[in-house]
């Protein structure tokens, strides 16, 4: 009988997606056990937070115009309907202004972020000196990854404006676009490009989409948020790692050993 396939020795998706999850208050409870790091995330944490509530607050300015500009009249579709596309797009628009200042802080806080992942893979025992580009070339690719989040927001504003479907929808999207921003640098120190990092989460896509989902869902948890990008950063590098030694996302590089 010929072995299984790796995929097919895998657990059920939705264990996978709880293991993908589980490494963003991993990634807290790594940040936190370890004061070296603590000088790298002050600054990207300080930042991130305060921009994400600064993009929130701002946004209530535009629920009133949008309501008027995209919402149903009570004539048209009742009291009923009118109220909950009205909680609707407030909700949309709220969340759309969070992620988008969180983007800018990505971007603003990229060199740090990156060296911080690059000192996590020390931490570990990995390999850190990057790609063949050098320091210049992983900062650029921690950039666009922060760029690209950045653009992913508006897109994820006119999903969550498609009735019913579309806030859940929306948190997918989020979800894959804060999960490909923070794997960027490790899935770059291993020497993938663009379209390698997009085929590595289809093969990883539980737990990809489990780690995208609780990164969003730390963004509106008290305290928890303080260290919600320091946290997304060390949790990507542990999964990145994870994964491609566990034998089924690629080839592992040399020197990297599971995370127990």
């Known amino acids: 009988m010929p072995p299984a396939s790796p995929a097919a020795s895998r657990p059920g998706r939705l264990r996978r997606t709880a293991a993908g999850a589980w490494h963003v208050p991993g990634g807290i409870a790594f940040l ?12 990207p944490a300080f ?49 759309t202004g969070a992620f988008l200042g969180f983007g800018i802080a990505l971007a603003l806080a990229a ?34 990854g ?34 490909f921003q923070f794997t960027d640098g490790p899935l770059s120190r291993r020497g993938r490009v663009f379209t390698e990092k997009l085929r590595w989460h289809r093969e990883w896509g539980p737990e990809s989409l489990g780690f995208g989902l609780a990164g969003l869902v730390t ?17 990507a590098v542990r999964l990145v790692r994870e994964l491609d030694d566990s034998g089924g996302g690629g080839s592992p590089r040399p020197g990297l050993q599971p995370i127990r």
């Open 32 to 43: 936190l056990g370890r004061p070296a790091l603590w000088p790298l995330a002050a600054l």
């Open 47 to 95: 930042l991130a937070l305060f921009l994400a509530v600064a993009g929130s607050v701002g946004s209530l300015y535009l629920v009133p115009r949008l309501e008027d500009a995209l919402g149903p009249s009570r004539e048209q579709v009742g009291d009923g309907l009118a109220l909950a596309a009205t909680i609707a797009i407030g909700i949309v628009t709220l969340a």
């Open 111 to 144: 060199p740090l972020l990156d060296q911080l992942s690059q000192k996590v893979e020390r931490t570990l025992g990995g390999d850190s000196r990057g790609s063949a580009g050098g320091l210049a070339r992983e900062v650029l690719e921690s950039l666009r």
């Open 146 to 179: 922060a760029f690209f989040f950045a653009a992913a927001v508006p897109v994820a504003f006119l999903i969550g404006l498609i009735p019913l479907l579309g806030p859940p929808l929306a948190a997918l999207w989020g979800a894959f676009a804060l999960a």
């Open 219 to 235: 963004l509106v948890v008290p305290f928890a948020n303080l260290l919600v990008a320091p946290a997304l950063t060390v949790g």
